[in-house]
């Protein structure tokens, strides 16, 4: 006898339009139901946002091939995660929203609520002349500080994340000193491209992924 796992029916709402930027343009909310065998895991990987983030919850990071997430064919690496059963994870620690996905064990259909984004999220700082701090620290490529109020708070810059370019030049093999001296001499608008650097170290195989 053999078993088969129906493949997820998926329903998709757009609920409501959110007015901020995310990666130059707006995003949207939508829904979708996850069906799941009981005791199976949603097989996923969370990671936090960033401080700095115009709407702080977790992002999917990494899905196993074969779990319910991945087969619903409806969820990306980068999709912000809103709410679960209708329990919000805005503004929640990240042990609390994965405690809150482990106990979905136990369930045969979730309710999600989705911001979809890619992984790479897009900073614009203008900085007018030398003069004004770019406000934010970095120490080997990911951003460890970020000065409240500041241009590169305003330029979506956030607390946590790897820095993947800057001005259209790669600077994922580039020692801290270069990236630092390369952000101190630039003026006027400053293009960076940033994932969280969890996210960084799943994709590039430096860490291994831990489903739940």
């Avoid at 009981?38 to 115009?54: F, H, N, Q």
Wanted: net charge positive.
């Amino acid at each position: 006898m053999t078993s088969s796992i129906s493949q997820t029916q998926t329903t998709v709402k757009r609920c409501t339009m959110f007015f901020f930027f995310c990666c130059c343009c707006f995003c949207f909310v939508f829904l979708l139901y996850v069906e799941k065998q009981k005791g199976e895991s949603l097989g996923v990987v969370i990671v936090e946002s960033g401080w700095g983030s115009i709407l702080p919850t977790v992002i999917l990071a990494s899905m196993l091939n074969s779990g319910p997430a991945a087969r619903s064919g409806r969820l990306s690496v980068g999709d912000q995660i809103m709410s679960i059963n209708d329990t919000s994870l805005v503004g929640l620690p990240l042990a609390t929203c994965q405690g809150i996905i482990k106990g979905l064990k136990n369930q045969m259909k979730v309710k999600l609520s989705i911001v979809s984004c890619p992984p790479v999220t897009t900073v614009l700082i203008k900085r007018p002349d030398l003069k004004f701090q770019l406000g934010f620290s970095v120490q080997n490529g990911i951003i460890c500080s970020l000065m409240r109020g500041g241009i590169a708070e305003r330029g979506g810059v956030r607390v946590g994340h790897r820095i993947i370019e800057i001005n259209g030049q790669s600077v994922v093999a580039m020692a801290h000193e270069k990236i630092v001296q390369t952000l101190s001499v630039s003026v006027g608008e400053i293009n960076m491209k940033t994932m969280p650097a969890v996210m960084f170290r799943l994709l590039t195989g430096q860490e291994t992924p831990i489903y739940i």
